[in-house]
Antibody, heavy 119, light 113 residues
Framework: EVQLVESGGGLVQPGGSLRLSCAVS????????IHWVRQAPGKGLEWVGR??????????EYAASVKDRFTVSRDDSKNLVFLQMNSLKTEDTGVYFC??????????WGRGTLVTVSS | DIVMTQSPDSLAVSLGERATINCKSS????????????LNWFQQKAGHPPKLLIY???TRESGVPDRFSGSGSGTDFTLTISSLQSEDVAVYYC?????????FGQGTRLEIK
């Protein structure tokens, strides 16, 4: 079955770190751009970043709000995509979704994992 | 960054009636070599991830009912639900996928009148 499943969310203190995983099944993650999008409680959708396919040299791009704190990476042997989040702030709280891009649109999404940054 | 602005913020429509949501981008999202607007529409129901409804401004995603349609080009876009059904209650987002950072509209909450 073609799907994405996020994991790794939880409660972390401000300034802490967390690594989210996006488990890819039914296709090779390295053949697609994979995005991370988040949603603060009761708020709208915010794009976080993406990693390109292997054919585009695994290029990584980020929103200004997370640049230099978050890193997207991929483990091709395990078909996993990661979001490493450092120096977390309370405003990083929310549900984090991974999604697959095909021709400038993301039609496949995971169900999300909740990250809570609080002391 | 390209700013996406939706109107209205919320909308109440009677069952079977038409619902119209507008989206305006702060700059054109037309990819001239492809002659397509990289504008997508998503539906999000409570507790669920976003669902792609329309891509390239007017192309319906596979499996999406034909009561959903998208129109527009350049900077002005519209999502129309021709005959509202109870299962259409959701928040709807437009998104530009033309330039990084990818940006979303603030969302339009659609309810039954």
């Amino acid at each position: 079955e073609v799907q994405l499943v996020e994991s790794g969310g939880g409660l972390v203190q401000p300034g802490g770190s967390l690594r989210l995983s996006c488990a890819v099944s039914g296709f090779n993650a390295n053949g697609y751009y994979i995005h991370w999008v988040r949603q603060a409680p009761g708020k709208g959708l915010e794009w976080v970043g993406r990693i390109s396919d292997k054919g585009h040299s695994d290029t990584k791009e980020y929103a200004a709000s997370v640049k230099d704190r978050f890193t997207v990476s991929r483990d091709d042997s395990k078909n996993l995509v990661f979001l490493q989040m450092n120096s977390l702030k309370t405003e990083d709280t929310g549900v984090y979704f991974c999604s697959r891009e095909l021709s400038w649109r993301c039609g496949l999404w995971g169900r999300g994992t909740l990250v809570t940054v609080s002391s | 960054d390209i700013v996406m602005t939706q109107s209205p913020d919320s909308l109440a429509v009677s069952l079977g009636e038409r619902a119209t949501i507008n989206c305006k981008s702060s700059q054109s999202v037309v990819h001239y070599s492809h002659n397509e607007s990289y504008l997508n529409w998503f539906q999000q129901k409570a507790g669920h991830p976003p669902k792609l409804l329309i891509y390239w401004a007017s192309t319906r995603e596979s499996g999406v009912p034909d009561r959903f349609s998208g129109s527009g080009s350049g900077t002005d876009f519209t999502l129309t639900i021709s005959s509202l059904q109870s299962e259409d209650v959701a928040v709807y987002y437009c998104q530009q996928h033309y330039r990084i950072p990818i940006t979303f509209g603030q969302g339009t909450r659609l309810e039954i009148k």
